[in-house]
């Protein structure tokens, strides 16, 4: 089992950049995947940017390509997500999750297992 917590979100003006900070408590190499998700108030939760932990490949939704980046650091147990160019429509909770097994849709949220609690982003115009 691992517990995932995340950090970093806050208030920005739409343009501005925020980075996400995802701390496991165990090595992120006892995982297969981890990504970044999403909710919105009124919608379901979405997948935003997922990587391999075993040979970094990532995977990001359209809505984000070419201004979110994914990223660990094994060293520190850590995933990351860059977020530049914000816009007010990447408002939102974001929650790290991690998934153990080998996975079909690594922006499915129903492939992960585990999930930590969320940090607020909020993007104004």
């Known amino acids: 089992q691992v517990q995932l917590v995340e950090s970093g979100g806050g208030s920005v003006q739409a343009g501005g950049s925020l980075r996400l900070t995802c701390a496991a408590s165990?090595?992120?190499?006892?995982?297969?995947?981890m990504g970044w998700f999403r909710q919105a108030p009124g919608k379901e939760r979405e997948g935003v940017a997922a990587?391999?932990?075993?040979?970094?490949?990532?995977y990001y939704a359209d809505s984000v390509k070419g201004r979110f980046t994914i990223s660990q650091d094994n060293s520190n147990n850590t995933v990351y997500l860059q977020m530049t160019n914000l816009k007010p429509e990447d408002t939102a909770m974001y929650y790290c999750?991690?998934?153990?097994?080998?996975?079909?849709?690594?922006?499915?949220?129903?492939?992960?297992?585990?999930w930590g609690q969320g940090t607020q982003v909020t993007v104004s115009s």
């Open positions: 999750a991690a998934a153990h097994r080998y996975i079909s849709y690594p922006l499915s949220p129903n492939e992960y297992n585990y």
């Open positions: 165990r090595y992120i190499s006892s995982t297969i995947y």
């Open positions: 990587i391999y932990t075993h040979g970094a490949d990532t």
